[in-house]
């Protein structure tokens, strides 16, 4: 049997054998509950932001131990500010630090060896001997060597930290060395609990803020909450000295001669108005639309509370900087909405640019790091080992520690850790979906919450080089651009509800809408998809399930009728699930199956013999027959006007349409409250370019007429078409051809014949599905090459293209200039000549060698070579909706 280890709670008996020690009540028995009692051994550190609230501590646990019969010594070297005020039963001892630190310790370790074993104790607030000793290393080495001690003597002991007063360094050696850290504070008139670290025991709430009042202690799980109160209460969370970032010496040491007053006083002179600009460039980085913008709408404060953010050095990337600006520009702009009244606070972090490359260098990957970049044609199994050196990886003392401040200050509550690339959510260039963003359910031990934090922050690395990523950088001509991989970490945004947390509303809205189901929609007003629960379901394409599109200009209009609203729905949500500790997917009727959810008729309505009801006197009764069709969302709330409006306000600052991503609450009121967590500007290339469809073609030189376009514009001159028969593919194709057919339109995308000329890419389903019996499993890298991408869906094989507006996928394709034409065959207004398709010769063989057992699924047609010298030609109009593709003469530029 093994004995108890130095840092273990309990005792070991003569024999060996460990001994759990009863719980000691602290005297508030709602804290006692959280913490699953005090122990033997336990030193306690109270951080607070004055006496009052050490006292409001202190003084229960005097009591509770004098009622129990306990011997207790209260610690005094503070006599103009006692903790305790004379009360009979305990003991008082006067120590003096004004003789040094030496004096001092061995007059405290004198009173522990007399009093001996079991004995409680309280001492005055530790920041106090700093006025005597002029140095927080002497206070941290002080609780070093007493802490052991009393540990030994199993008494249970209580300190006092004043918050924000200590090097971070102070901090992080008393916190390695107590059993028990807790965080007591102020916001406004509210007093809260927050226990940063219990040794040896752990709770699903544990460490949790708690609202403390009237002996109770409520934890704070929903995020708005909890942003507000933690970013209130800790304005430096990161307690870094300005000295500590080299390159930012000198333009810190200038900044630090003012206080916060003077700083707003002189914010305007040309000497602050020059540092504030030095220090945004190096925050924000020298793109000139992005500095425009941060000129305009960040304050020298807003600088100077990014950087105390901000972990390491280095720039924020541009996921943070745009969502950062975007919340600034609606709270400054002017008309419509007050949106501090509307915005969920935030209380992210930022890893700076300068960690990435520090990462890369201590532990020898920038040398692989660079040789991928340079040579870009990597395989997803060569990808998975290059993760794997990435995760092998560690990171300096100072990075480790501010990675714990920063998992202190967020407790339980769930993270996300996301990539915020230096060409990230550019001006052009959005990267959506290329780099990783990684969800922490953040439950567990500290210890736990640290490995699942460093491991998410490691794969947004290695996500760099990932061949998605690579592919996407060599297209758009960045192979070689400067790119730095910082990382925003931000509260995941949402509410616990039983054993999950997540959102109740998520999406992503766009101030354009190139989705026009009708011609009574305005595109100049902006579309919303949204889902319920995690916003991941709305950027991602989802395998038999839909989001609600929402035409914010006819937000009542759908392009879904009749019965088609059942099999259109949301019927699976994305969540954290605290117990397992990870992301999840659930169906939404069995999270909900207790109906007791808030709000939950402003979400649903109802199937009723056949036609869709809303919930009658707004309540819902159950989840029979229940569609998620935000009906009354849209009907009795503001969110519509909220994003109109606020799309309006950020399109008009930024001067070109906008993408965005965020969460949204309504309260018992119908309030809305919205958490803007993405911005980035999107160039949209030939999307809203009106073409001209020619009427004089023969049918018989008509490939397909499509009657639906999201994308616009002409291809001439495609020689190559790569189609996948819809039938062949649903019909004879084994799964495991189905799984290996992704890989081989990869290898064709990459073949040197087909980069050099002009392509077309048709297949059925869903391109890029992840599930092969609703589409083709590609990725991005996989078909980067094509100009027009055609989603063919025949009623008969099942497959229904997916309206992947406002998708990470979508953007790609965008942004690629790729045309995007979902094409259905079997609608009579649609032509589809699907002869030409199974008749022409298939060269795919004669392109790749050993392909030929795909030939039967795979098609390549050289169109010149089997239509006697005429190549197609694609002309997509978005306004009038219609694409056609025909065989004709080859146009010369």
Known sequence: MDTIPDHDNGRTSKDGVRRRSQPIASGIPALDEILQGLRLGDNVVWQVDGRDSYRKAALPFVRQALQDRRTIVYVSFVPHARILEPLSGYLTTEVDPRHGFDAFSAQVNKVIDEQGKGVFYVFDNLSALVADWATDELLANFFRLTCPYLREQETVAYFALTRGQHSHRAVARIRDTTQVLIDFYHVGDRLYIHPLKVWDRYSSQMFLPHLFSNGFLTPVSVS???????????????????????????????????????????ENTPEIQALRQELSRMIIGGHPEFQRLADKYLSLGDLLNIRNRLIGSGRIGGKAAGMLLARRILLQEPGGIDFSQVLEEHDSFFIGSDVFFTFLVNNDLFRLRLRLTRNSQISLEEFEKVEERFLAGGFPEEIMEQFQDLLDYFGQAPIIVRSSSLLEDGFGNSFAGKYRSEFCANQGGPEERMAAFLRAVKLVYASAVNPDALSYRRQRGLGESDEQMAILVQRVSGMRYRHYFFPPLAGVAFSHNLYRWTDRIDPSHGIIRLVFGLGTRAVNRVDGDYPRMIALSHPQLRPEVGSKLAAYSQRHMDLLDLVENDLAVRPVSRVLAEADFP????????????????????????????????????????????????????????????????????????????????????????????????????????????????????????????????????????????????????????????????????????????????????????????????EIAREEAGHVPDVSYGTHFFLDLVESRIIYLPLYPDDPRADFNREFFMESTNILSRLLSGAGRFEEFIKVIDVPAVAKGKWAHVVADPQREKALCFLGEPCIA
């Not at 507000?228 to 200038?254: E, F, G, M, N, Q």
């Not at 593919?729 to 081989?744: C, H, I, L, N, W």
Request: charged residues 25%.
């Open 224 to 266: 708005g909450d909890a942003s507000a109160i933690s970013r209130t209460a800790s304005k430096s969370p990161l307690t870094v000295k300005a000295d500590s970032i080299a390159p930012w010496d000198s333009v810190y040491r200038k900044l630090a001669q003012y206080d916060e007053a003077e700083l707003r006083f002189l």
């Open 599 to 790: 709000n939950l008729s402003l979400f649903f309505s109802f199937m009723e013999e056949g036609y869709l009801r809303e919930p009658r006197g707004g309540r819902l009764a159950g989840l029979k027959n229940a569609i998620l069709t935000f009906n009354q969302l849209v009907a009795r709330t503001d969110l519509v006007k909220i994003m109109r409006v606020l799309l309006g306000k950020l399109e008009a600052a930024y001067g070109y349409p906008i993408d965005t991503e965020f969460t949204a609450f309504v309260d018992a009121a119908g309030k809305v409250t919205v958490n803007l967590v993405q911005c980035r500007p999107m160039k949209l290339p030939g999307v809203t370019e009106i073409a001209g469809l020619p009427d004089d073609i023969p049918r018989d030189r008509v490939l397909f007429r499509a009657g639906r376009t999201i994308s616009g514009g002409v291809v001439h001159n495609i020689r190559h078409i790569i189609y996948l028969d819809p039938q062949s593919y649903d019909k004879k194709a084994s799964p495991a051809v189905k799984q290996e057919m992704g890989r081989v339109v990869g290898e064709l995308n990459r073949h040197p014949e087909i980069v050099r000329l002009t392509l077309m890419m048709m297949g059925p389903g869903r391109w890029g599905s992840s599930n092969i019996a609703l589409g083709v499993n590609t990725s991005y890298a996989d078909i980067n090459h094509t100009s027009v991408l055609v």
